[in-house]
């Protein structure tokens, strides 16, 4: 019974760690080191309010497609303490 509470608990940390989110907003400050700037819209599976915030951009062909001003629709996932954009329309 211990073995399958822990087994229960770390596939639920796994699962929210990983989880995709969707969003859309748009690009305040274009990406520098690695950095992003978007005021997004509320982003409901986290049960955020739109707000201004950093992500990070690790894929040089995603920041391309973030220019200033763009309205954009994203897909993000948290790493640690960060906020990883994973796909840009």
Do not use: C
Request: charged letters at 20%; a positive charge; aromatic letters at 8%.
């Amino acid at each position: 019974m211990k073995r399958f509470l822990v087994a229960l608990l770390v596939s639920a940390f796994a699962a929210t760690a990983f989880a995709q989110h969707n969003a859309t907003g748009t690009v305040t400050k274009p990406p520098a080191n690695g950095k992003v700037t978007i005021k997004h819209d509320p982003v409901p599976s986290l049960k955020w309010p739109g707000m201004t915030m950093v992500f990070t951009v690790k894929d040089k062909a995603l920041a391309d497609k973030l220019k200033q001003g763009a309205k954009i629709e994203f897909q993000f996932v948290q790493e640690g303490k960060d906020y990883v954009v994973t796909s840009v329309k």
